[in-house]
């Protein structure tokens, strides 16, 4: 449970501000059809962070445990500074042609915008680190889904009224002390 509830946290914060929740916003106000559109990043965000839950399971099961401690440390002290960056909205991932319905275009653009963004990396680490991979997959997709689905329905709303540096620091602190615990064995980490 703990892998789920971790997982679930840290990126539905990570997320907040991020391009694929200022990409759930656009698609909104460009198709106005919120039911498809949480379907596409639905499906969309499983296929995705199940191949970087694999990813992470692989990473996890290939070093061994005092490299994969490491590693996993590190990427959390990483992705506690990445947080701090500001997201913005790849051109590529917002613009895919009308080659599908809105629910074919969300799951298209959102799989194009999370490869290689900080909660599919945090997706891999996070698997890594937890040998629990449906756990982590499902709270990484739980995670995505409650800052992404307020984002279709209130998106200019949420946005003028939480503070994205406020949340990012949270997200980062939340990731360095995971880092640090890794690194110095708390628990039963790794």
Not at 11 to 32: I, S
Not at 115 to 120: I, L, S, V
Not at 131 to 144: D, K, Q, Y
Request: glycine fraction near 8%.
């Amino acid at each position: 449970m703990e892998a789920f509830f971790i997982s679930t946290g840290v990126v539905a914060l990570g997320e907040m501000g991020d391009k694929t929740q200022l990409l759930a916003m656009m698609l909104a106000a460009r198709f106005r059809r919120p039911l498809p559109i949480i379907g596409g990043i639905l499906v969309a965000t499983l296929a995705n962070h199940a191949l970087a839950g694999l990813v992470g399971d692989w990473v996890a099961h290939t070093l061994g445990p005092e490299l994969l401690r490491w590693v996993i440390g590190l990427s959390f002290i990483a992705m506690a500074g990445w947080m701090l960056i500001p997201d913005k909205i790849d051109a590529d991932a917002a613009t895919t042609r009308q080659r599908f319905d809105v629910f074919g275009t969300t799951v298209v653009a959102f799989f194009l915008a999370e490869m290689g963004d900080k909660t599919q990396i945090a997706t891999v680490a996070l698997a890594a680190h937890y040998s629990a991979l449906a756990a982590v997959v499902a709270g990484t997709t739980l995670g995505m889904m409650l800052a992404n689905v307020p984002a279709v329905f209130l998106g200019d709303t949420i946005a003028k009224k939480v503070s994205m540096t406020l949340v990012h620091a949270i997200a980062a602190a939340i990731f360095a002390a995971l880092g640090v615990m890794t690194l110095l064995n708390v628990g039963d980490l790794v």
